[in-house]
């Protein structure tokens, strides 16, 4: 237990841990390792049928007949289910603001390839794939538009009819007095930069199976999604069925990374088979299905930053046009407005103007990915900055550092209300450009250019927002948005009459560690081993507490739901001392807790259990103090104490921590292929206080490795009418452990002033960080060419094109 007794909301510098901060390894990694792990796949459901969905081949066409009899006839088919019958059972996903009416299966016309047209439910999945062979569908194709500047010119194609130009979303937003800082400018930079459209693919697709209970009028739902307190509000309304009547599962979960945000909408169409049937039914995607689902937004960013000529960052502009593919679906448009959290990054930029346009496109519709709305953000951000530090004949890192929020500074309020919640930025990025000898390898440089070798340094820091608030319903536009503020996560701890722990919690890990950390908190709280700790895996709306916003996405565990474990450890903590008290005859606070005992501060020989507790709180009830209820068990919901509505001019404190991290690399660009090396990687990781030091390390590493993949590989392209080019990892170029580089990882602990145990959101930083470190490096190679990279990702073939300009 900290020192000082603290409370749930509390936090002071001096608290010690006997386990929080302990490299633990992952508790549950043994039934992982050995085959043992539990996936919707795994799911063995007695009398289950096998969905299949059929899909566009065309990205935007008419509708003009479906013919489903031939396979309605087949032996073995159970149902067959088209867009519009669709529409008959189920009401469009809801949203805050006005979006097209979503289904989950085309009604009238494709707006994608891959967007659902048929499902069917078989005895078997190799039945009903062979009844989609028996499907006849005659589509009158439409002409179609990929890029956001050709889909808002007049006369494009419209993707949705009433949304003109395809303006899916826009809205202005002004900080500060922008104009006036830049009638002040001594110096502009303007810039324009495209982000590419990437993703995660997870190594398990999206799959689901129901269960529907004609007796009980239940509906049981497997599958993966990641944030269960807005699932639930809005995939009962469009089953139209009362939430406590469904019943949502998630099992382990093979990889989330965002992606499995958006499952609810296959979700809803293999339930409504469910319902059609009175039959369980599974369905699990294939890959190249799953790619269809999982890509994230792309944009086109023009960019000014008005300065002084001592490199002093007064003011910026910037105009966005974000291609969200096909529908704008909850949680969308936050691939925008996630990145205003720390639009400013860790810079002192008090005046700001950005021009937010959301864009429907022939694309697939867009979901969460890893860092979601950041990487791009910061992408245009830290591309200025390198290109207002060439024309100003300062180095990259020197302008940075002259531009940072000083230590002093924090808790710092960025111009949106955003509260930076401690940290050493200056520190981060000196210890970085130190450990990777920043400025040694500036005067070999020159040498290395001479001999036709082409290396290049980077050197950047960012700031990584996590716990999203529900106030970002006014960045949204959202009319009621004055309703929301904060977040929270629910979590149960008990102590059972052996002694033993149980705790429950509304996140749903995919990989994050949570059983291992929280068994770490509560062990520390209780004074017990975490081997004495059962977490309970996965989520189970009809046993796990959850909150509205509860799940795992934007970081948001290591505050809110370790907030959550801590207020409820710490309940059943005092409740335990109560009854020890009463057991001893003494006061409460005569007593301490350790190992297991819970003995009298003065006189340790005098003590009791916890099992003795436990025992007496569930079966010797004449043994409670007068007026304590029986039973060792505590449900706590936390919620994250800096956090109000926005106010008029739609300033909030938008998340609940702001992790950091500064990073540092030297890469070799070959002129003649366009290949990138990356020599060395070095970070500097800041999340407060660790949990794990261990498990954050894994994070760190696999966070900066997706980030490395991002910028130099992967790319949903697209060809210039709208077909796909990479629905495999044929063509999706997903790195392997051969790509990947080495790195040096440090930490900083700078503790939250706010969260409990000082601990802050973290995970995603170094994927967010990754492609403008590298995009600097790269750049930096190739300064006697004089190329500027202003897209990504550095494929071979763009670098060697770049190279091949300038020559």
């Not at 419209?158 to 809205?171: I, M, P, S």
């Not at 979960?253 to 409504?272: D, L, P």
């Not at 991290?661 to 060395?680: F, H, L, N, Q």
Request: contains cysteine.
């Amino acid at each position: 237990m900290p020192e000082g007794g603290v409370k749930p909301g509390e936090h002071r510098t001096q608290m010690k841990f006997k386990w929080i901060g302990r490299p633990m390894k992952r508790k549950e990694d043994l039934r992982f390792l050995t085959g043992k792990g539990l996936f919707t796949d795994d799911l063995k459901i007695h009398n289950a049928l096998h969905a299949v969905i059929l899909r566009s081949p065309y990205p935007h066409a008419r509708i003009k007949s479906i013919d489903t009899l031939r396979a309605e006839k087949l032996p073995g088919v159970r149902a067959v289910l088209i867009g519009a019958h669709l529409k008959d059972l189920i009401s469009p996903f809801r949203h805050l603001i006005d979006v097209p009416p979503y289904y989950p299966m085309a009604v009238d016309k494709v707006r994608y390839v891959g967007e659902p047209v048929v499902a069917l439910a078989a005895e078997d999945k190799y039945t009903a794939r062979d009844a989609t062979e028996l499907i006849d569908i005659d589509y009158e194709p439409l002409d179609a538009v990929v890029d956001v500047k050709d889909a808002l010119r007049e006369g494009a194609p419209l993707v949705h009819e009433g949304y003109e130009r395809n303006v899916a979303w826009h809205r202005e937003f002004s900080y500060g007095d922008p104009e006036e800082a830049f009638s002040r400018a001594e110096w502009v930079v303007r810039g324009t930069y495209r982000f590419h459209r990437y993703s995660s693919t997870p190594l398990e697709p999206y799959a689901c199976a129901v269960h529907f209970d004609r007796g009980t009028g239940v509906l049981t739902v497997w599958d993966q999604n990641q944030q269960v307190g807005l699932y639930r509000a809005r995939f009962p309304a469009a089953m139209r069925m009362p939430e406590h009547l469904v019943r949502h599962i998630t099992l382990d979960i093979g990889g989330g990374f965002g992606n499995k945000v958006m499952c609810y909408s296959t979700s809803a169409i293999v339930a409504a088979l469910g319902i059609l049937t009175e039959r369980p039914v599974k369905w699990m995607a294939a890959r190249s299905e799953d790619m269809s689902q999982v890509q994230s937004a792309d944009r086109l960013a023009e960019v000014e930053m008005a300065l002084r000529k001592n490199g002093e960052i007064i003011g910026m502009k910037v105009k966005i046009f974000e291609n969200i593919g096909a529908w704008l679906r909850h949680p969308e448009p936050q691939t925008i407005t996630r990145g205003f959290f720390t639009f400013t990054g860790a810079y002192r930029i008090r005046d700001l103007y950005i021009d937010a346009t959301a864009v429907f496109t022939n694309k697939a519709p867009t979901v969460p990915n890893r860092g979601y709305g950041c990487h791009p953000a910061y992408f245009h951000l830290e591309r200025m900055v390198d290109k207002a530090a060439t024309e100003l004949g300062i180095d990259g890192a020197e302008l940075r550092l002259r531009n940072f929020v000083r230590p002093e500074e924090m808790p710092y309020t960025t111009p949106l209300g955003c509260v930076y919640d401690g940290g050493d930025y200056p520190e981060a990025l000196k210890l970085v450009m130190e450990k990777i000898g920043y400025w040694e390898f500036r005067r070999k440089q020159p040498d290395y250019w001479a001999k036709g070798v082409y290396k290049g340094i980077g050197a950047i820091l960012i700031v990584e927002p996590a716990s999203t608030h529900a106030s970002v319903t006014a960045l949204w536009g959202s009319p009621i948005h004055q309703r929301y503020a904060s977040t929270s996560e629910a979590a149960m701890v008990r102590v059972h009459p052996t002694g033993k722990v149980v705790a429950a919690l509304g996140t749903v890990p995919q990989g994050q560690g949570h059983e291992t950390v929280v068994a770490q908190i509560v062990a520390d709280v209780l004074s017990i081993d975490p081997d004495d700790v059962e977490v309970l895996p996965g989520f189970d709306s009809h046993t796990h507490p959850f909150g509205g916003e509860s799940g795992t996405y934007a970081s948001r565990f290591a505050v809110v739901g370790a907030g959550a474990v801590y207020g409820a450890a710490v309940a059943v903590r005092e409740k335990a001392l109560r009854i020890a008290a009463n057991l001893l005859e003494v006061r409460a606070e005569d007593l301490e807790m350790q190992d297991g005992r819970i003995y009298v501060k003065e006189d340790p020989s005098r003590y009791v259990t916890l099992r003795e507790v436990a025992r007496a709180a569930y079966h010797q009830l004449a043994m409670l103090p007068k007026g304590e209820d029986p039973g060792l068990e505590e449900t706590y919901t936390y919620r994250f104490p800096v956090g109000e509505p926005a106010d008029e001019k739609l300033r909030s404190n938008y998340s609940s921590s702001y992790a950091y991290m500064a990073g540092g690399c030297i890469v070799e660009v070959d002129p003649e292929t366009g290949s990138v090396k990356v020599e060395r990687l070095v970070i500097v990781h800041d999340a407060g206080t660790v949990l794990n030091p261990l498990i954050m390390d894994g994070q760190v590493h696999g966070a900066t490795y997706h980030g490395i993949a991002g910028a130099l590989l992967e790319e949903f392209a697209y060809s210039q009418d709208g077909y796909p080019l990479a629905t495999n990892f044929v063509d999706y170029l997903a790195p392997t452990s051969a790509d990947t580089p080495d790195m040096e990882v440090y930490h900083t602990e700078h503790p939250s002033p706010f969260s409990p145990l000082g601990s802050k959101g973290s995970g995603e930083g170094t994927t967010i960080l990754m492609p403008p470190l590298l995009a600097c490096a790269v750049e930096d190679a190739l300064r006697p060419f004089a190329v500027e990279v202003n897209e990504l990702p550095l494929s071979p073939q763009r670098l060697w094109s770049l190279i091949a300009r300038r020559r």
